[in-house]
């Protein structure tokens, strides 16, 4: 294979799994957007049990997911409107607010705290900070972007905002003891867009995998549309030089093996360290292989021939993974021939 070739075929390679991954990722963007959204628009996450014995519990600015270092410009493009359902379970008032981290550390200094480190099950999993102080009444203090506060269902709105931010929930005098169950739920405009330019960048690098794999796989194929080693037994020829039986146009495909004489008696040790590099090159050929193999499915279906090109690179690929497991494989008993790629 010319060197121009094997070039078009390892990069056709590497960009098939990115291809996919952008692909995939999009569509379920684009599904999320359509069905796991509210009449309202808003995605949100599962009702939450929190009960904490401190004064108060905050998110991290990983849950808020507004921590975007200043690029405001990001936040707005996002366009994101974030909404906190929170329903006390117990008697009294309560409080919810967001605000900067600064301002909510500066404030719960010295008091004992709970921060959310994860959700699982319907439960919030908390990390304490330990304390002896008390705090003012929240309601009181000026350093609140958004809050609300009173008794029973207390729902807080606010825009996604460039920043480093907080969301806390307390008692509305400040006193310990909170037990809330609460819903987090987002609207993204753009989400929609973002899913449709994710899948659309998907097919384009899909698209170009593709041809840059088909060119590297053309050559050397027959351009009768009948797959080469139909014909020419090549497919044999690669194992066994040439003995025994050989492919037919009934029959294509031969498989044959035999033991090499004389094998050594210590390289079945390492053959499989040795083979690492044909281990890696096959990791992203057969991801193409099982692509073209669909395109080839449907070529069939349609035009009655296997494309020369795409038999010569999934043939190819076959007789690679096999090379390499006939030399490293099964206790690398059937030949100390390092395997080759053609």
Not at 4 to 19: E, K
Not at 317 to 341: C, E, I, K, Q
């Amino acid at each position: 294979m010319k060197p121009g070739r094997v070039v078009a075929l390892v990069i056709g390679c590497l960009m098939l799994l990115p291809g996919l991954g952008l692909l995939l990722g999009g569509a379920g963007i684009a599904i999320a957007y359509g069905v796991a959204r509210d009449d309202a628009g808003y995605l949100h996450s599962p009702l939450t049990r929190v009960e904490s014995q401190s004064v108060a519990v905050t998110t991290g600015t990983f849950a808020l997911s507004a921590d975007l270092q200043g690029e405001a410009w990001l936040t707005d493009s996002l366009d994101a409107d974030i909404r906190l359902r929170v329903t006390q379970s117990g008697n009294g008032p309560m409080f919810i607010g967001v605000a900067p981290t600064a301002d909510v550390d500066a404030y719960l200094a010295g008091a004992p705290h709970d921060d959310v480190t994860g959700i699982a099950h319907g439960a919030a999993t908390v990390a304490t900070t330990p304390g002896t102080g008390v705090v003012p009444p929240p309601s009181g203090e000026t350093f609140w972007s958004a809050k609300a506060s009173g008794v029973g269902l207390q729902q807080l709105n606010f825009p996604a905002m460039a920043g480093d931010w907080k969301i806390v929930v307390m008692n509305a005098d400040g006193s310990a003891g909170i037990s809330t169950t609460a819903v987090l739920e987002v609207r993204v405009a753009f989400l929609l867009p973002l899913g449709l330019i994710l899948v659309g960048i998907g097919l384009l690098i899909l698209a170009g995998a593709i041809v840059l794999i088909v060119i590297g796989a053309s050559g050397g194929g027959s351009d009768s549309g009948r797959p080469a080693a139909a014909t020419s037994g090549s497919i044999h020829e690669g194992v066994s030089g040439g003995r025994g039986p050989r492919a037919t146009a009934d029959h294509p495909v031969v498989l044959t093996a035999r033991l090499d004489a004389a094998l050594s008696r210590w390289k079945w040790l390492v053959k499989w360290f040795l083979a690492i590099p044909h281990y890696l090159i096959l990791v992203f050929l057969w991801p193409a292989f099982i692509v073209l193999t669909t395109v080839a499915g449907f070529a069939i279906l349609f035009t009655g021939k296997y494309p020369p090109a795409l038999f010569e690179f999934n043939s190819g690929v076959l007789r690679w993974s096999w090379r390499v497991s006939y030399y490293a494989f099964n206790g690398g008993m059937g030949t100390d021939r390092y395997p080759h790629s053609r």
